[in-house]
Nanobody, 119 residues
Framework: QVQLVESGGGLVQAGGSLRLSCTCS????????MGWYRQAPGNQRELVAI???????NYADSVKGRFSISRDNAKNTMYLQMNSLNPEDTAVYYC?????????????WGQGTQVTVSS
């Protein structure tokens, strides 16, 4: 069973920075597209950033230029560096891994880590 564990969330003032980590329990994540999603109270879960097996990245428009996603396959870990945080970034951030095997899509989620940005 694949498990994803996020860490690094917390309370930060506007303009500050945080670095989230997501550690995968299995090396299968090295073959997965990994991503960060977030969900604020009353809102749907939304994509923040994704990184492919080949390290191609995509970002939501709201975080472009402020957030950076990366992965270290040797450590089975993905990161999200968040700079210039603002109160609108307050949400629970979830790690996601998605891979395809024999035409079947497998998707895994972490338990989430809270990020709170005070004004």
């Amino acid at each position: 069973q694949v498990q994803l564990v996020e860490s690094g969330g917390g309370l930060v003032q506007a303009g500050g920075s945080l670095r989230l980590s997501c550690t995968c329990s299995a090396t299968v994540c090295r073959r997965a597209t990994m991503g960060w999603y977030r969900q604020a109270p009353g809102n749907q879960r939304e994509l923040v950033a994704i990184i492919s097996i080949g390290d191609s990245t995509n970002y939501a428009d709201s975080v472009k230029g402020r957030f950076s996603i990366s992965r270290d396959n040797a450590k089975n870990t993905m990161y999200l560096q968040m700079n210039s945080l603002n109160p609108e970034d307050t949400a629970v951030y979830y790690c996601n891994a998605k891979l395809t095997y024999l035409a079947t899509i497998f998707q895994y989620w972490g338990q989430g880590t809270q990020v709170t940005v005070s004004s």
